[in-house]
């Protein structure tokens, strides 16, 4: 009845508008009353060719193996955050623990990456309401910034997508959020259990005339479930719109107050006891005010224009202990020998950006085929003050830093970002069978140093980085229900001011605490082909098959140092390097039973061959190299991914769920090529179950259980050297020995919380 109400609401408001407007709009039954909308609510059927508000184009006419996944997904798994979320359903996204939080994972999709640690380059980019996420001080994505409970819907787009510019090397993730119009009424929930954790979490959405409004905001308390890495995680979201006829404008603010321990992670002689840490503590505070203004406009007959400002205001404070690499030492110029057993570093990020989006969408005939054009312009603008100091310090008997100096400066820095693009996307139907897509986009990234001390004059300089990225595609609809595409995109990655002030493999890197004058890094640039098909049989079955390959010219790689740190190296153009494979899924539903299974193939290896500083792996010569050879398999990316989601009703208010997920071997950082004696990290298989029942109107009782059988699983590995043999694990360099570390996963877990909405 709803979909049925706003779609008759929506051909009354835009009659003015094209046939081919109308045929967008019925294709999404369900989706916004503003054409601006259609891209950001639940039940899409319609996907955003640029990450600017506009119509989009309908999901047959998209070549590529776009997923989607809405408000309602999350709710019914209600997992801890949406890293949780993502590593459990779409396909080929794959987890690494590398910092032991469960606010900040590594998220693979394709063997891209979107993580919050510096030391690893970004493939993916990240929008949330068509802002880029990815911060300008290194790209990461910070995970623990967005609320899960304000999301609508999230669009997982894969490829080079010129129009998403910088960073789409392997694809895109596209985060939009409610409104008030569209999730009227309330609601507040509650759960605890296990490692402590307690959380609560509020929300509320209405409209008024033309004005429409949004909040949430939740509270998340864990003490975690190995020692040193607590989680307290504080987020708010709201928003006010006003829609009429012809204009949408929505103000939004995201808010954030975080502090994250990790554990990071441990060598297998510490498996013994795997809740221990290595060394500690390691703690990162994350602070985020966001704001966000996005509309549209009708201008006219088949005229759009929508757009975006943004103002982001990110600080990062860290705190990481970490082995001191000199010890034992002869100083050459005073030939005393170095007894510091332990550093701690002290960094903080402070970093203010800002930008803008315009974009116009055309739409009419071009003789008796229908047409979509899109024009737009971007323009990213980040300003970041970066601050570094360190202290010694001795261990503790449980591998505790105590100082026994004060904290000293040794990095005072400054870097700018000025991001350029512009942009077009062009969607002609041929007929009512096919569909021909062509875009592209220019990106200009310029990107500025500037030491603060005055003492590293080396520091400064300033790095441009220029290129048109193409696109084209083919749709062919034989049917209503069975559509094929074949596509083909380019896209680049500029370098970031961490990585080129870290690139120096005679002086690595503690990430995020060291910036030095090192040789310059060229661009990535990426190259995807990709052909598949997707259908439905019956009235609830669905299926979809790609084949994928990516190709990198100059892919940049950290190179672990192989002091046992995951943030301990230096960044390193290595060549060319491939990602290519096969994504599998089918869903489907008999009667109160609902399943859905996805199955990833991922190939990525290098394609050139280079030397690397590896002094951990024991194949390493005399002077810590080894050799990477063409068809080394890339570390950290399982080869086989699968996984199986399952809704079973019990009744009319009791409902059953488990995902299980598969995620196969790969090989440790360190060893590229892939000869250590320590050999590849174990694949392994979860099962998590989730339930909800209905004891009355709007209350709700749910629980959930991760992690079912209790697997003692690692999903990540580096190569490094363990300082801690002695008894019981403490200081001993002296009988130091290299060791491959893994990240390892949490323990079972099980929470129980009641929610209670309202209208």
């Not at 794959?94 to 640690?117: C, E, K, M, W, Y």
């Not at 975690?224 to 928003?239: D, E, I, M």
Request: charged share 20%; aromatic share 10%; with cysteine.
């Amino acid at each position: 009845m709803v979909r049925d109400v706003r779609s008759r609401r929506r051909r009354a408001k835009f009659a003015s508008f094209t046939a081919i407007i109308a045929g967008v709009h019925a294709l999404s039954a369900g989706a916004a009353e503003n054409p601006a909308e259609v891209v950001q609510l639940p039940a899409i059927e319609v996907i955003g060719t640029t990450p600017l508000p506009g119509l989009g184009i309908p999901l047959k006419d998209v070549p590529a193996n776009v997923q989607i996944y809405t408000s309602k997904d999350l709710a019914r798994q209600r997992q801890s955050n949406i890293a949780e979320f993502l590593e459990q359903n779409p396909t080929s996204v794959t987890v690494n623990s590398a910092q032991g939080n469960p606010f900040q994972p590594d998220i693979s999709f394709r063997g891209f990456t979107a993580s919050p640690l510096l030391g690893l380059p970004q493939g993916l980019s990240v929008f949330q309401d068509g802002v880029r996420i990815n911060e300008p001080f290194g790209d990461v994505v910070n995970w623990d910034l967005i609320p899960q409970s304000a999301i609508s819907s999230m669009q997982l787009l894969p490829g080079s997508i010129p129009a998403f510019g910088l960073n789409t090397l392997g694809g895109a993730l596209a985060v939009y959020t409610k409104r008030g119009n569209d999730y009227p009424g309330g609601a507040i929930q509650a759960y605890g259990g296990s490692f402590g954790r307690s959380a609560i979490e509020f929300e509320q959405g209405g409209k008024h005339d033309h004005w429409d409004y949004f909040l949430t905001g939740n509270y998340f308390d864990d003490n975690g479930w190995a020692q040193h890495n607590p989680s307290r995680v504080k987020q708010l979201f709201g928003n006010v719109g006003y829609l009429t006829d012809k204009t949408d404008l929505v103000l939004s603010l995201t808010a954030a107050d975080n502090t994250l321990q990790g554990t990071q992670t441990l060598p297998l002689s510490f498996f013994d006891d795997v809740r221990q840490a290595y060394t500690f503590p390691d703690t990162n505070v994350n602070k985020l005010t966001f704001l966000t203004l996005k509309g549209s406009q009708v201008l006219g007959d088949g005229v759009l224009m929508g757009g975006n400002i943004y103002y982001r205001k990110y600080r990062n404070e860290n705190v990481s202990s970490n082995v001191n690499d000199h010890f034992g030492d002869v100083d050459p110029d005073t030939g005393e020998i170095d007894t510091v057993q332990a550093t701690n570093d002290r960094s903080v990020i402070d970093q203010e950006s800002h930008g803008f989006g315009l974009q116009f969408t055309l739409t009419g005939d071009i003789g008796q085929m229908k047409n979509q054009f899109v024009v737009g312009a971007t323009g990213d603008f980040g300003t970041a003050r970066f601050t570094q100091e360190a202290q010694d310090a001795e261990f503790t008997a449980n591998r505790d830093t105590v100082s026994i100096s004060d904290f000293a400066l040794v990095t005072n820095a400054k870097t700018m970002n000025r991001y350029y693009g512009a942009f077009f996307a062009d969607t002609l139907s041929l007929n009512e069978q096919w569909t021909l897509s062509v875009s592209g986009r220019y990106n200009r990234a310029w990107v500025k140093i500037e030491d603060q001390t005055g003492t590293a004059p080396l520091l400064n300089g300033e790095h441009a980085y220029s290129r048109f990225n193409p696109a084209v595609g083919i749709n062919f609809n034989p049917s209503a229900k069975l559509t094929t595409y074949a596509s083909y995109s380019e896209g680049l990655r500029a370098p970031t001011p961490i990585e080129l002030t870290c690139a120096d493999p005679d002086a690595p890197c503690k990430l995020p605490n060291n910036f030095l004058a090192d040789p310059e890094l060229k661009a990535v640039v990426s190259r995807t082909v990709e052909a598949g098909a997707r259908g439905k049989w019956g009235e609830s079955s669905t299926w979809s098959a790609s084949l994928y390959r990516t190709e990198l010219d100059d892919d940049i790689q950290f190179i672990s140092s192989g002091a046992g740190a995951v943030n301990a190296g230096f960044f390193q153009n290595v060549g060319k390097t491939r990602r290519q494979g096969v994504e599998l899924a089918a869903s489907t539903k008999w009667g109160a039973l609902g399943m859905s299974v996805r199955y990833g193939y991922i190939d990525a290896t290098f394609q050139s061959a280079f030397a690397e500083n590896s002094p951990s792996n024991s194949t390493a010569d005399e002077n810590g190299t080894i050799q990477v050879n063409p068809g080394n398999r890339i570390p950290a990316i399982p080869q086989h991914s699968a996984k199986l989601r399952l809704d079973y009703d019990v009744s009319s208010r009791w409902s059953l769920g488990a995902n299980v997920v598969y995620s196969g071997s790969t090989y440790a950082r360190g060893d590229e090529n892939n000869r250590d004696i320590g050999g590849r990290v174990p694949g392994y298989t979860v099962v998590n179950l989730d339930t909800r029942y209905n004891v009355a109107k709007g209350l709700e009782l749910f629980a959930r259980v991760n992690n079912l059988f209790d697997k003692r699983y690692s999903n990540f590995g580096i190569l490094g050297e363990n300082f801690f043999n002695g008894p019981h694990h403490t200081f001993d360099p002296d009988n130091a020995a290299m060791e491959q570390f893994r990240g390892v996963g949490a323990p079972r877990g099980a929470w129980a919380g009641v929610r209670y909405a309202w209208l």
